[in-house]
């Protein structure tokens, strides 16, 4: 009977260790591919073992840095955005919710129901006339209306969670709704804030049709980057595959590190 | 966590008098915000619907009334292109909450790297749609250079063009790929706050691993699922990068939704009229369905 | 005190004069390389600041005609296909440029327009006007390789038929040992398997539409060189060639698994080039294939340099784009390269007449020039047709048709259709276009 037990766990344990590579897979094999030659990149049978070339990264370089920086500029920004302008509204809606505070909530959410390219056209004609197209405080504005929604929705849940006896006894003590938010709500609602944020760097850091339309080349950033490697001419896997490593690593590492706030904050408010 | 969390404050507490700054007063700079950005482009999207807009035919703009709605309306095609859509975004949303739960429950039991597996495992939410769809395009699913077509081959089959023999079914795997860290992140959440005693009682009581799964489990992630369906329902009826790159929508239509189409409309074509009116009756449908949606998850969640 | 505020006015006027231009390109080879090359410019002209926009082609297309639609005025100089030029001319969006060449002699005899191959610049002019320059340009031609043919007994002819094409893909293909006879384009677009297969449908007498603009897709020519199409690619082309554009045909030729390729004279030089290519040994050329009249089997295609109305930037834009369509540049790319073979090719008698290029590309160089000298964009199609373009119909409709009617053609060789029902819906999408357009009275 143990032994049938430890069987089993092994098993699984092997189960999932095979599901977690099939699932690396695609990105260990992009990895693989940056750091070989062109030819090694296509070749068949596929090359597994072969001696590492650095070239690649070199080719990928020439432009990376100043989309580097546009990309955390933009995410940053438009994360710290969403979050002044979403805070204060997630507040007001789970604390003092009227009868419109669901429909409001909805409405929110529905702005992200068009489709970029549905609006590119006027988004386009109205950056043009208020010179915002390539600039980052352009994409900037962009990306806190693509992350706001998502801002309220899920602060909003939170801060329902925060048990409300708690806001009854400042209230009591004569606690004005400012000392109310800073005080209560968003100390006690900060590992939510994190996996928000968190969740709104990602979207922001990943968006490409906004980019590719509104910026040119002072505020382009990594995702536009990337797309000058998907070329009509000529054979650049191996190239491609650094310039899109170099693309996925800051947020790859990022990610990977702030993934134990992400599960923290995610348990704590959306999902119980 | 606790009980009282559980119960949302439902009862608005009586204004008081002296009070600096108001509940509506935090409310509106977000919704400001929002109206200005999403609104103003949105009733100009409308404005657009009614003309014959071309961006490479300037200086001539007739109003057309309802011609573009009617254009697409008739169409029997954009039917099929309504139905990728949603094939599309619900077979990838099925698949993710599949694997998703498995490689939660996966996770949640205790073994060696199990840590390492949890921070690997999330890494394809992190990466960008274009670096997907070209990775995916060209070096997996490639007929001749592709590695999936290596493995087909070395298994003693014949090459496999997935790309064009299934379509839809490799767009999905590839937006599957995804999403499922999503899924399983929320889902493996869920799973954290479910106490043990529970699941001990289960067993003691003789349950199989399936009534357990059906009867302990699956009760206390209906919020987790009402999370994940949401929240990737708004995202994949948007995909379109993914398309872009690998299919580009074909063969034919067959991997054509409608921000895809709305794209080839607007952006090939250049026909602004045709796809703002695409556009609006996107924002139509998806109002309707996520409304019948909130219901249907409101209801679920209620009959817990 | 007098001499500092006059080095400070110096200092302030000479920064003024400095102008920033904004490029946009596609990310071709060589337009990756005039990038590279901005040094040089500013060796020349060090008040000119020049900022890039590469992108792919579609990507670049679509931002452009944005920009440029609605006015925007970001970019002072952009990358235009020729299908556009005479399009974006008559919309007003470009700059002529014959004004600023005389407002510029020095230039006009440097330049020496003349130098630039005649029937190039006849498709960038239009009403007298010249509106772009050309930065390279192409045709099309057929590649084989010389080693599966010398294994199969065949020999190409200097100028193949389709016929010919299908007879000796037929002997080459052996899907087994992973060749196969023939790889040609099938990705949909009006630029991809409607580029080639256009180029079918002329060679077998068809056109897209009458002197009337009425669509002509459902006549012989079209049905002939659809069945021809679909069954040649069908039976002996590669897997999954509904995938395959220009780079997907050029990896699978490279690496030595087609026996033969009809596609663009560009590639001649990436498959001469030994760091990607591995049949460098053993590649042939031989003129695009012809089937039932010679006229428009090969395309014509050129990307130009031109500037939009909405620069405020046109005089420091115009020496850019003189600088990089100028003979000294493409010497200049030679030197840097180290090899004439990589230049761009196509413009300029004068590279056609030099004795390193001759040496360098020796192979294919004669073939280039005559396939893009017999390309017509005024003459492609055996009966009148309204409208100009070999590949392709200059109207700004043609993009969305193209690649409508392309979407079908690849749905007919995926097996979706049969032939019949594609050019049905074809003849339809054809006439739709041409009745909404206006273009039918």
Same mark, same amino acid.
């Given at each position: 009977?143990?032994?049938?037990?430890?069987?089993?766990?092994?098993?699984?344990?092997?189960?999932?260790?095979?599901?977690?590579?099939?699932?690396?897979?695609?990105?260990?094999? %992009?990895?693989?591919?940056?750091?070989?030659?062109?030819?090694?990149?296509?070749?068949?049978?596929?090359?597994?073992?072969?001696?590492?070339?650095?070239?690649?990264?070199?080719?990928?370089?020439?432009?990376?840095?100043?989309?580097?920086?546009?990309?955390?500029?933009?995410?940053?920004?438009?994360?710290?955005?969403?979050?002044?302008?979403?805070?204060?509204?997630?507040?007001?809606?789970?604390?003092?919710?009227?009868?419109?505070?669901?429909?409001?909530?909805?409405?929110?959410?529905?702005?992200?129901?068009?489709?970029?390219?549905?609006?590119?056209?006027?988004?386009?004609?109205?950056?043009?006339?208020?010179?915002?197209?390539?600039?980052?405080?352009?994409?900037?504005?962009?990306?806190?209306?693509?992350?706001?929604?998502?801002?309220?929705? %899920?602060?909003?849940?939170?801060?329902?969670?925060?048990?409300?006896?708690?806001?009854?006894?400042?209230?009591?003590?004569?606690?004005?709704?400012?000392?109310?938010?800073?005080?209560?709500?968003?100390?006690?609602?900060?590992?939510? %804030?994190?996996?928000?944020?968190?969740?709104?760097?990602?979207?922001?850091?990943?968006?490409?049709?906004?980019?590719?339309?509104?910026?040119?080349?002072?505020?382009?950033?990594?995702?536009?980057?990337?797309?000058?490697?998907?070329?009509?001419?000529?054979?650049?896997?191996?190239?491609?595959?650094?310039?899109?490593?170099?693309?996925?690593?800051?947020?790859?590492?990022?990610?990977?590190?702030?993934?134990?706030?992400?599960?923290?904050?995610?348990?704590?408010?959306?999902?119980? | 966590?606790?009980?009282?969390?559980?119960?949302? +404050?439902?009862?608005?507490?009586?204004?008081?008098?002296?009070?600096?700054?108001?509940?509506?007063?935090?409310?509106?700079?977000?919704?400001?915000?929002?109206?200005?950005?999403?609104?103003?482009?949105?009733?100009?999207?409308?404005?657009?619907?009614?003309?014959?807009?071309?961006?490479?035919?300037?200086?001539?703009?007739?109003?057309?009334?309802?011609?573009?709605?009617?254009?697409?309306?008739?169409?029997?095609?954009?039917?099929?292109?309504?139905?990728?859509?949603?094939?599309? +975004?619900?077979?990838?949303?099925?698949?993710?909450?599949?694997?998703?739960?498995?490689?939660?429950?996966?996770?949640?039991?205790?073994?060696?790297?199990?840590?390492?597996?949890?921070?690997?495992?999330?890494?394809?939410?992190?990466?960008?749609?274009?670096?997907?769809?070209?990775?995916?395009?060209?070096?997996?699913?490639?007929?001749?250079?592709?590695?999936?077509?290596?493995?087909?081959?070395?298994?003693?089959?014949?090459?496999?063009?997935?790309?064009?023999?299934?379509?839809?079914?490799?767009?999905?795997?590839?937006?599957?790929?995804?999403?499922?860290?999503?899924?399983?992140?929320?889902?493996?959440?869920?799973?954290?706050?479910?106490?043990?005693?529970?699941?001990?009682?289960?067993?003691?009581?003789?349950?199989?691993?399936?009534?357990?799964?059906?009867?302990?489990?699956?009760?206390?992630?209906?919020?987790?699922?009402?999370?994940?369906?949401?929240?990737?329902?708004?995202?994949?009826?948007?995909?379109?990068?993914?398309?872009?790159?690998?299919?580009?929508?074909?063969?034919?239509?067959?991997?054509?939704?409608?921000?895809?189409?709305?794209?080839?409309?607007?952006?090939?074509?250049?026909?602004?009229?045709? +796809?703002?009116?695409?556009?609006?009756?996107?924002?139509?449908?998806?109002?309707?369905?996520?409304?019948?949606?909130?219901?249907?998850?409101?209801?679920?969640?209620?009959?817990? | 005190?007098?001499?500092?505020?006059?080095?400070?006015?110096?200092?302030?006027?000479?920064?003024?004069?400095?102008?920033?231009?904004?490029?946009?390109?596609?990310?071709?080879?060589?337009?990756?390389?005039?990038?590279?090359?901005?040094?040089?410019?500013?060796?020349?002209?060090?008040?000119?600041?020049?900022?890039?926009?590469?992108?792919?082609?579609?990507?670049?297309?679509? /931002?452009?005609?944005?920009?440029?639609?609605?006015?925007?005025?970001?970019?002072?100089?952009?990358?235009?296909?020729?299908?556009?030029?005479?399009?974006?001319?008559?919309?007003?969006? !470009?700059?002529?440029?014959?004004?600023?060449?005389?407002?510029?002699?020095?230039? *006009?005899?440097?330049?020496?327009?003349?130098?630039?191959?005649?029937?190039?610049?006849?498709?960038?002019?239009?009403?007298?006007?010249?509106?772009?320059?050309?930065?390279?340009?192409?045709?099309?031609?057929?590649?084989?390789?010389?080693?599966?043919? /010398?294994? &199969?007994?065949?020999?190409?002819?200097?100028?193949?038929?389709?016929?010919?094409?299908?007879?000796?893909?037929?002997?080459?293909?052996?899907?087994?040992?992973?060749?196969?006879?023939?790889?040609?384009?099938?990705?949909?677009?009006?630029?991809?398997?409607?580029?080639?297969?256009?180029?079918?449908?002329?060679?077998?007498?068809?056109?897209?539409?009458?002197?009337?603009?009425?669509?002509?897709?459902?006549?012989?020519?079209?049905?002939?060189?659809?069945?021809?199409?679909?069954?040649?690619?069908?039976?002996?082309?590669?897997?999954? $060639?509904?995938?395959?554009?220009?780079?997907?045909?050029?990896?699978?030729?490279?690496?030595? /698994?087609?026996?033969?390729?009809?596609?663009?004279?560009?590639?001649?030089?990436?498959?001469?080039?030994?760091?990607?290519?591995?049949?460098?040994?053993?590649?042939?050329?031989?003129?695009?294939?012809?089937?039932?009249? #010679?006229?428009?089997?090969?395309?014509?295609?050129?990307?130009? !340099? #031109?500037?939009?109305?909405?620069?405020?930037?046109?005089? $420091? #834009?115009?020496?850019?784009?003189?600088?990089?369509?100028?003979?000294?540049?493409?010497?200049?790319?030679? /030197?840097?390269?180290?090899?004439?073979?990589?230049?761009?090719?196509?413009?300029?008698?004068?590279?056609?007449?030099? $004795?390193?290029?001759?040496?360098? &590309?020796?192979?294919?160089?004669? !073939? *280039?020039?005559?396939?893009?000298?017999?390309?017509?964009?005024?003459?492609?199609?055996?009966?009148?047709?309204?409208?100009?373009? *070999?590949?392709?119909?200059?109207?700004?409709?043609?993009? $969305?048709?193209?690649?409508?009617?392309?979407?079908?053609?690849?749905?007919?060789?995926?097996?979706?259709?049969?032939?019949?029902?594609?050019?049905?819906?074809?003849?339809?999408?054809?006439?739709?276009?041409?009745?909404?357009?206006?273009?039918?009275?």
């Amino acid at each position: 009977m143990q032994a049938q037990i430890r069987l089993r766990n092994a098993l699984l344990t092997l189960v999932t260790y095979l599901i977690a590579a099939a699932f690396l897979f695609p990105l260990v094999w %992009m990895f693989m591919a940056a750091f070989k030659t062109e030819a090694q990149a296509f070749a068949t049978p596929p090359v597994f073992v072969f001696t590492p070339v650095l070239e690649n990264f070199g080719h990928a370089l020439g432009s990376y840095f100043p989309a580097l920086r546009n990309s955390l500029v933009a995410a940053v920004g438009s994360t710290v955005l969403a979050f002044i302008l979403g805070l204060p509204a997630a507040f007001a809606l789970a604390v003092y919710p009227t009868r419109r505070a669901q429909g409001v909530l909805t409405w929110m959410l529905s702005t992200k129901f068009m489709p970029a390219v549905g609006v590119i056209v006027p988004l386009f004609l109205i950056f043009r006339n208020l010179h915002l197209l390539d600039t980052l405080p352009g994409l900037i504005l962009m990306y806190t209306t693509m992350n706001l929604p998502l801002v309220v929705w %899920m602060m909003h849940s939170y801060m329902t969670e925060i048990p409300y006896a708690i806001y009854e006894a400042a209230k009591v003590d004569g606690a004005s709704v400012g000392q109310e938010f800073f005080g209560i709500a968003l100390p006690l609602s900060t590992p939510g %804030m994190a996996a928000t944020a968190l969740l709104c760097l990602i979207f922001a850091w990943n968006e490409v049709f906004f980019a590719l339309n509104l910026t040119n080349s002072d505020a382009a950033p990594l995702s536009v980057f990337i797309s000058q490697f998907k070329t009509s001419e000529g054979l650049f896997w191996a190239q491609m595959s650094a310039a899109a490593t170099l693309t996925v690593l800051p947020v790859l590492i990022f990610g990977w590190i702030a993934q134990r706030q992400l599960v923290r904050g995610l348990s704590f408010g959306a999902v119980k | 966590m606790t009980a009282a969390a559980t119960t949302p +404050a439902t009862s608005a507490p009586t204004p008081r008098r002296g009070l600096r700054l108001s509940p509506a007063a935090l409310i509106w700079p977000a919704m400001l915000y929002l109206i200005l950005t999403t609104q103003v482009p949105f009733f100009m999207t409308v404005y657009y619907s009614f003309f014959r807009y071309n961006l490479a035919i300037p200086g001539s703009r007739p109003f057309v009334g309802f011609a573009n709605y009617q254009n697409l309306l008739t169409d029997p095609q954009n039917l099929h292109i309504l139905w990728n859509t949603v094939v599309l +975004a619900g077979g990838t949303l099925i698949l993710t909450l599949i694997i998703g739960a498995a490689l939660a429950l996966l996770l949640n039991r205790d073994f060696p790297g199990r840590a390492l597996l949890r921070t690997l495992l999330i890494s394809s939410f992190l990466i960008m749609p274009v670096v997907t769809a070209v990775v995916w395009k060209n070096m997996l699913m490639n007929p001749v250079f592709g590695f999936f077509s290596w493995v087909v081959t070395g298994l003693g089959g014949h090459p496999v063009d997935w790309l064009t023999q299934y379509p839809m079914a490799s767009v999905i795997a590839m937006i599957t790929w995804e999403w499922t860290p999503f899924a399983m992140l929320i889902l493996l959440t869920g799973l954290q706050s479910l106490p043990d005693e529970q699941l001990e009682a289960a067993r003691l009581d003789g349950a199989s691993p399936w009534q357990e799964f059906r009867y302990v489990v699956l009760p206390h992630w209906t919020q987790a699922i009402q999370v994940v369906v949401l929240m990737e329902t708004i995202a994949l009826l948007q995909v379109y990068g993914e398309i872009y790159g690998s299919t580009s929508g074909g063969p034919g239509v067959a991997t054509t939704n409608l921000p895809y189409f709305i794209y080839q409309k607007a952006f090939a074509e250049y026909n602004i009229g045709l +796809a703002s009116a695409a556009g609006v009756i996107t924002v139509i449908l998806t109002n309707v369905l996520a409304a019948y949606m909130l219901r249907l998850l409101t209801r679920a969640g209620r009959g817990e | 005190m007098n001499r500092l505020a006059l080095l400070a006015l110096t200092a302030l006027l000479s920064q003024a004069s400095a102008v920033t231009i904004t490029i946009a390109t596609v990310n071709n080879p060589d337009m990756v390389t005039m990038q590279k090359l901005t040094p040089e410019f500013n060796k020349k002209y060090p008040d000119i600041q020049v900022k890039w926009v590469t992108l792919p082609e579609n990507e670049l297309r679509q /931002k452009i005609t944005l920009d440029v639609a609605s006015g925007a005025g970001s970019f002072d100089i952009a990358t235009v296909g020729a299908y556009e030029v005479p399009i974006w001319a008559k919309n007003g969006w !470009l700059e002529p440029l014959t004004p600023l060449f005389g407002k510029n002699p020095d230039i *006009v005899k440097s330049y020496n327009l003349a130098d630039v191959l005649p029937g190039v610049r006849s498709a960038l002019t239009v009403g007298g006007s010249l509106y772009a320059v050309p930065f390279y340009a192409e045709s099309s031609m057929t590649y084989y390789n010389k080693d599966l043919f /010398k294994a &199969a007994g065949l020999t190409m002819p200097a100028q193949p038929t389709w016929t010919q094409i299908q007879t000796f893909a037929s002997k080459i293909h052996n899907p087994a040992k992973g060749v196969y006879g023939v790889c040609l384009r099938g990705l949909p677009g009006w630029g991809e398997n409607m580029a080639l297969f256009t180029t079918m449908v002329n060679t077998y007498g068809g056109r897209w539409f009458d002197q009337g603009w009425q669509a002509q897709l459902n006549t012989p020519a079209w049905k002939n060189a659809m069945t021809f199409y679909v069954n040649l690619v069908k039976k002996y082309g590669p897997p999954g $060639a509904t995938g395959n554009g220009f780079t997907e045909n050029l990896t699978l030729m490279s690496q030595g /698994k087609c026996g033969m390729w009809v596609d663009a004279t560009v590639a001649a030089g990436f498959l001469s080039d030994p760091s990607s290519s591995k049949i460098t040994k053993s590649v042939g050329f031989a003129k695009a294939p012809v089937g039932t009249t #010679a006229r428009g089997n090969n395309w014509y295609w050129s990307w130009n !340099l #031109a500037i939009p109305k909405s620069t405020k930037q046109e005089d $420091a #834009a115009f020496k850019f784009l003189t600088w990089a369509t100028s003979k000294d540049y493409i010497a200049l790319v030679a /030197k840097t390269k180290g090899t004439w073979a990589s230049v761009p090719p196509g413009t300029r008698t004068s590279t056609y007449q030099n $004795a390193n290029y001759k040496k360098a &590309a020796g192979a294919f160089s004669g !073939l *280039v020039l005559s396939s893009i000298n017999s390309a017509d964009v005024n003459k492609a199609t055996k009966d009148p047709v309204p409208y100009t373009g *070999v590949q392709y119909v200059a109207i700004p409709e043609f993009q $969305a048709l193209g690649t409508q009617v392309g979407q079908y053609l690849a749905g007919a060789l995926s097996g979706q259709y049969t032939v019949d029902q594609a050019l049905k819906l074809s003849q339809d999408a054809a006439n739709k276009t041409a009745r909404e357009g206006g273009y039918q009275k």
